[in-house]
Nanobody
Framework: VQLVESGGGLMQAGGSLRLSCAASGRTLSDYIMGWFRQAPGKEREFVAGISRNGGSSYLADSVKGRFTISRDNAKNTAYLQMNSLKYEDTAVYYC????????????????????WGQGTQVTVSS
C-alpha cells in the first residue's frame, strides 16, 4: 500500500489542523494505521494509532485531549485532527500502515509498521 500525507502547514499556537493519509494500491481496511512525528534533532515518536475498522484507538499522552485519530475506509483515508496546537507539536508527521488479518490493536513501536508515507511538515508558531 502506498501512503500520501497532506494537510500540514504553518499554524499559530492554539489553532487546529487536520492531516489526511490517503492510501492506494491496497484497501486501507486491511491495515492498522498509525501516526508518528519527528522533530528536528529528536527521535521519531508515536502519536496515535487506530485499528482496522476503528474499533480501538490509542493516543500518546502528549496529545491526549487535543488530537483525534479517525479513518474512513470507504475513502481509503486516515485522519489526524489536531486541536489546541502547541509549539512542541512542530514536527514532520508520518502516517504508517501495519497489515493485519484481524481487527487488531494499534501498536506504538515504529518498526511494527511496514508502510510509510513521505511525511508532511507541521509548524506551530508560538
Amino acid at each position: 500500500v502506498q501512503l500520501v500525507e497532506s494537510g500540514g502547514g504553518l499554524m499559530q499556537a492554539g489553532g487546529s489542523l487536520r492531516l489526511s493519509c490517503a492510501a492506494s494500491g491496497r484497501t486501507l481496511s486491511d491495515y492498522i494505521m498509525g501516526w508518528f512525528r519527528q522533530a528536528p534533532g529528536k527521535e521519531r515518536e508515536f502519536v496515535a494509532g487506530i485499528s482496522r475498522n476503528g474499533g480501538s484507538s490509542y493516543l500518546a499522552d502528549s496529545v491526549k485531549g487535543r488530537f483525534t485519530i479517525s479513518r474512513d475506509n470507504a475513502k481509503n483515508t486516515a485522519y489526524l485532527q489536531m486541536n489546541s496546537l502547541k509549539y512542541e507539536d512542530t514536527a514532520v508527521y508520518y502516517c504508517a500502515a501495519e497489515f493485519s488479518p484481524l481487527e487488531g490493536v494499534p501498536r506504538t513501536p515504529g518498526d511494527a509498521y511496514y508502510n510509510w508515507g513521505q511525511g508532511t511538515q507541521v509548524t506551530v508558531s508560538s
